[in-house]
Structure formats: structure tokens, C-alpha cells
């Protein structure tokens, strides 16, 4: 038995993998299956464990992936967007650096009790973070498998084991390239892991509705890899880190809320003397701005969806926090952006951070939440939308907090009232999978 962030979990007797499908919003599992795309997944529906989850808000990629290798959410382990604002430092900054996690990993503990673990993500952002405090074991990502080492991830020469070549980080080969990897780890049976996480990308789910001949085939690639690691006699627990849905007008343009915008028509735009006035790109970080604490009139639009990767999403998603100037406008400023069309929820620090298990020091004065259908951006000429080939969809809100959690082994007496997490997967996964 191990304990990590106050939850017990047992040591696998059979091999197990978790996997998080990025951006699986559970109709891609639906229509998929329908349309006979997933013959794996249609039978493990029927016969194993098939429950809907919540995942954390915001419903983005580095929180998700921390509270399912944590268990627990950002509140504990600190991780509460893809990019923060950093109080101390007064800069816009990437949540990447495993600087900022607050709790030992599930995985860590695992490598720690002598368990052979096995990590691999599709993008790079998330290796780090995933992989902090790993003694031993595996852990690459398909973005840079061509540059994993002995040393630096406990593995080399990934494209020759995989046998395919390493794909561009824009595409649905790099999640291909995450299962391939996992079924060729699982098949060495010199070093076959015991545990294994893979997480894939949501470059499809960024472009493609559920249903479509380009999502059906994506899920069609991922139920062949799965039923191989089944056939190989693994437990394996599939969630998501988010949802995901269209962001669009009846145009198709996207449904943008630029927020920065409006507080600065409201409050003024004005910086602090001596401050630069000049905008830093949403993908800028580091970029020193005023406003926030530091004393400036000026409010600061925060957008955790913000990574390296804004090529489908223009940093465009359905959550913001909002770091007020100080000078009382703080329940004004609440309720204009409330009454804006497309706003679902605006919370004062304390709620957001009770409501959504989120660290207090972490958001800012506001937390604000758009609609199913709308997004929120800071200020229009930072968003650049030319690289949108196709209409927006994307994430970040309540509305994509619907995730799925699957099972290959049929769990007795489970209770299907009760709200499940996505960072329940690796409890029920280790504690009533096993057989
Ligand atoms: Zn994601």
C-alpha cells in the first residue's frame, strides 16, 4: 500500500496503464462506437466499467494531467492553468517548471516502491511536470522522442523501438506516437512496466466534431492500440483532461469575449508611470506588464489556456482570472463583466478557489467562466485568429467538464450515483481493478 496526497493506493499485480485522451469529450467515444469505429471500446463499454467524470475547472491540459497523476486537485498540487500570473515576480509566466507543483505524483511514489513506470506524453510542455521526482523509469515525450536519452528520460533510440517516425508536434501522429510507444514498451518483456501513463494531444479534437471522418479515425487508431495492450493482459483506465466544443457564432467566426478590452473602456487603460505600454504576445511570457498588485489603474487579463501551442486555439478558451487595479471597483467590475452576453459565471477569488478547488494564491481577485458556445480573450490585437483553418473549438469552461472514465474490468458494487473525478482513475484503476 502507498499513500500519496492522503488517498491509499495498492501496488499493481497485473500491468496497468492510464490514459488520458486530451480534449475527449465523451461523444467522440459515442459516435465513434456508433458508427462501428471502435469495436474495443464498444465491449469494454458493455463489459468493463463505463462512467462519465467531472474533471477540474479549468478545463485545461496541465491541471488535468497533474490531478490525475496527483489524484487530487490544483488546490492540492498547484498546478491551476498552462500559465499564470506570477504575483512575486510581477511577469506573465508558463506553469511548465515543476517549480510550481505543490505534491508528489502517484507516479513518483510507484518509481519510489520499486514499481517500473513508464511515462509518456505527446507534447513537451507536460514531460517535466509529469515526471518530477521519478527515480528511475521512463519518460519522454513524442515531440522530442528523437532526443530522449539513457540518462536524461531512462530510454534511447525511441523512433527505432517505435518505428515510426518522429511526427510534427501539429498533427494526429504525435498521439499515435504515444500508443505505438505504449504497446511497444508493454511488448518488452525484459522490462515490461508495471505502470504506465500515456497522454496524448487534442489536435484532432481542436478541429474535428465527434463523428466526423477525421475524428472517427482518429478514434479508430487509438481502439486498435488499446485492444493490443488489452490483449497483452493490462488493466487499463481511459479519461480525459477536458471536453471540448465549438466556440463559434452562426458565422463560424469565433465567439470571442475580448475582456481586456472592456475592463480597460471601464476601469482605463492606464499604466503605471515608467511601465511599458507595449503588450507582450499571449505566448510572450516573462514579458514584465503593469497592473495586478504592483499598483497601476490597469486590470490584467489572465489567460490560463495560454501555452506554446496556440496554432488551433488563438489562446482562446472559456475561463480567465482577473487581476483588478485596487481601488475599490472590485464588485462594479464583477457585475459589468457578468452582465456581459456569453458570461456563465463570475466568482470572487475565495468562491472560485472553494468551488473549483483551486489555489487562492494562484487566481486572481476574479475568476470568470464563459458560456458553451463562447471563449474569453484578453484584448483583440493580441489575439492572432489568421492561423484558425478551421471554425474554433476549444475548452477551459464548465461546459467541458464532462469526461469519460472507462474501465476493462467490470468493478462490483461501484457507486454510479456518486460524482467521479478523472483523478479517480488511478484509485479505482489500483484499488478495484486488479481482480
Ligand atoms: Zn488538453
Known sequence: MLEVNGRAYALPRAPTVVVCVD???????????????MPWMKRTLAEGTALVADCVVPSFTNPNNLSIVTGAPPSVHGICGNYLYDTASGTEVMMNDPKWLRAPTILAALAAAGKRVAVVTAKDK???????????????????????????????????????????????GLSEFVFAAGVKLMQRAADRPDVMYLSTTDYVQHKHAPGTPDANAFYRMMDGYLGALDAMGCVIALTADHGMNAKTRMDGSPDVIYLQDRLDEWLGAEEAPGRSQAFSSPTGGGTPRSGGPGGSRRARVILPITDPYVVHHGALGSFATVYLP????????????????????????????????????????????????????????????????????????ISEQRVPLVLNRRIAGLDTGRRWRNFDAFDLALNHAQG
Do not use: W
Open 23 to 37: 480534449g475527449c469529450e465523451p461523444d467522440y467515444l459515442a459516435q465513434a462506437v456508433a458508427a462501428g469505429e
Open 126 to 172: 507536460l514531460r517535466a511536470l509529469l515526471g518530477h521526482g521519478m527515480q528511475g523509469g521512463i519518460c519522454f515525450s513524442a515531440e522530442k522522442a528523437g532526443e530522449a536519452t539513457l540518462a536524461g528520460n531512462g530510454i534511447e533510440n525511441v523512433p527505432a523501438l517505435v518505428g515510426l517516425p518522429v511526427p510534427d508536434v501539429y498533427s494526429a
Open 326 to 397: 485596487g481601488n475599490g471597483e472590485f464588485d462594479d467590475a464583477a457585475r459589468r463583466i457578468a452582465a456581459l452576453p456569453g458570461i456563465e459565471l463570475v466568482l470572487a477569488r475565495a468562491d472560485a478557489a472553494a468551488r473549483f478547488e483551486l489555489p487562492a494564491d494562484r487566481i486572481g481577485d476574479l475568476v470568470v467562466v464563459s458560456e458553451r458556445q463562447a471563449v474569453i480573450g484578453t484584448s483583440a490585437s493580441r489575439h492572432d485568429l489568421s492561423a484558425l483553418e478551421v471554425p474554433l473549438r476549444s475548452h477551459g469552461g
